[in-house]
Structures are given as structure tokens and as C-alpha cells.
């Protein structure tokens, strides 16, 4: 049974979509804080008004509109969740709660332009849960070169799970980085949209160790995601966005060499 509620707090359209069934959640109000388990030490801030927080059982992300794609995606991976997903359907769902995304058909001739559709959250990470399926919303969709989602994105994500099955569960924000002036072809739709320059991925272990990633789209296939390091401060000034608002005082030793990257 899937419980969802619709409220405004801060000028936020949050939805709390909950897989379980006899749990009430109380209105929101001015000085209550909920905490969203995705999320290490807080989610990210900075982000616009009007964007749709967007909370599921296996990720939380928030959607901007305007460039139809999410600001940011916070999900947990643990040993428990990553399964095998090869018989797993990639179909697109529609978001019922956010009707102003791309499409199935916005993303039908990406190839043309040398684009695939692609998740921010990836299906592997969750295929050992009933909850699989929540990565096909076109809200967790995002245009991405083959040569990055082939390369270096693919290879961080296995460097990721690598490490879960070391320390059991790592926590991941994910996001896109555009920049002053667009570098990448629009995808072959009348629809406003901005295809993303770049994206950041953002590594915690549950002890706090972390490692920070831009991995830009004309980034060639053969290059490693441990030559795209980089740190959390440059993301933040890449983005905008401050991340681990619930920090005190601050993060553990950098997680680089537990996803095989020695500096």
C-alpha cells in the first residue's frame, strides 16, 4: 500500500511517498524538522522554491522544472539491496506527482544527438528490493553521453558497490552541474529543458570517510573516474548547492582509496 501525502512548507511542494501501510505522519509546521533517511547529515540546500521534493522509499531527490532534471538524488546502497538486473524492466514511468518532466517520447531520438536516457539513481543498487521498479520514473531520468554512462560513471558505480559490500552500506548524492554556457546539444523536443554539462557524484560511508567526483559528459570512455576526483567545496561551488547541512564539525577522512583510487 502506498500512502502519500501533499504539503507546503518554505514554499516546498514535498511529497512523502511511504511503502507501508498504518503509519500517520502530523502536518508539517514552522518548527518541526523531519529528518530524511536518504540523506547523510542533511540534504542538500539551495535549491530553487519552486522545485518538487520528491521522497521514495529507496531515494529522495528534488526536481527542477524548469531544466527537467533533478537538482540532486540522495539514496543509500547496501549489500542487501544490490541484486542482478538483467531481466529488469528499464521502461519509463510518468511521475503522478510531477506532470512537467521529459517524456518517453522527449528522449526517443537522443541517440541522434549522442545522448541516452539515463538514471541518476541506478536500477543495479536496488534490484534486491521489491522497490526496483521507482528508478524508471522520469523524475530519476537524465540525458547522458554513451562514452560517460559507459566509462567513468559505470565504473564509479561499481567502485561504489565494491565498497558497500566491504562496509555494508554507503550513502550517494547525485546531481548535474550546468554551466554559464551551455556545452551540450538540447535533446530533439519543442519542451524547455537544459541538458546537464556535467554531473557530481558525492560518495559517504557510514563512518562519514567520503570522496567527491564531476564527471563531465564529453569525458571519452576510457577515462577513469579516479582522474575526475575532486572536492566536496568545488561542487558546492559548482552547483550552488551546500551540502551536509547537519554536519558538526565535519566530515571523516577522504573515501578515495576505498573506491581504488590511490593519489
Avoid at 125 to 139: K, M
Avoid at 177 to 193: C, G, N, V
Avoid at 195 to 221: M, N
Avoid at 229 to 239: F, N, P, Q, R
Wanted: aromatic share 10%; net charge neutral; charged share 20%.
Amino acid at each position: 500500500m502506498v500512502i502519500w501525502k501533499e504539503v507546503n512548507n518554505i514554499g516546498l511542494r514535498l511529497f512523502f511517498l511511504l511503502a507501508c501501510s498504518g503509519l500517520v505522519l502530523p502536518g508539517l509546521g514552522a518548527a518541526q524538522t523531519y529528518k530524511i533517511t536518504h540523506c547523510y547529515q542533511g540534504c542538500p540546500q539551495g535549491t530553487s522554491a519552486m522545485n518538487h521534493l520528491i521522497i521514495r522509499p529507496i531515494y529522495a531527490l528534488s526536481y527542477n522544472t524548469e531544466r527537467k532534471s533533478a537538482d540532486w538524488v540522495a539514496y543509500k546502497v547496501s549489500a542487501g539491496s544490490i541484486g542482478i538486473a538483467s531481466s529488469l524492466s528499464r521502461r519509463p514511468r510518468s511521475d503522478s506527482f510531477v506532470s512537467d518532466t521529459l517524456t518517453e517520447n522527449d528522449f526517443l531520438n537522443a541517440e541522434t544527438v549522442g545522448l541516452l536516457r539515463s538514471q541518476y539513481v541506478p536500477i543495479i543498487d536496488f534490484a534486491g528490493t521489491p522497490y526496483w521498479d521507482e528508478v524508471n520514473y522520469l523524475t530519476n531520468s537524465v540525458a547522458r553521453t554513451r562514452g560517460l554512462s559507459l566509462g567513468a560513471w559505470n565504473g564509479l558505480d561499481w567502485a561504489i558497490r565494491n565498497l558497500v559490500n566491504r562496509e555494508g552500506e554507503v550513502y550517494v548524492l547525485a546531481g548535474p552541474i550546468f554551466k554559464a554556457e551551455p556545452t551540450m546539444p538540447y535533446l530533439l523536443t519543442d519542451k524547455q529543458h537544459r541538458v546537464p554539462d556535467a554531473f557530481f557524484k558525492i560518495i559517504v560511508t557510514a563512518a562519514g570517510a567520503r570522496a567527491a567526483f564531476v564527471l563531465e559528459q564529453d569525458s571519452p570512455v576510457h577515462v577513469h573516474h579516479c582522474d575526475l576526483s575532486v572536492s566536496i567545496t568545488d561542487i558546492e561551488l559548482a552547483t550552488g548547492l551546500r551540502f551536509f547541512p547537519d554536519r558538526t564539525p565535519v566530515i571523516a577522512d577522504p573515501a578515495f582509496e576505498l573506491l581504488g583510487c590511490y593519489r
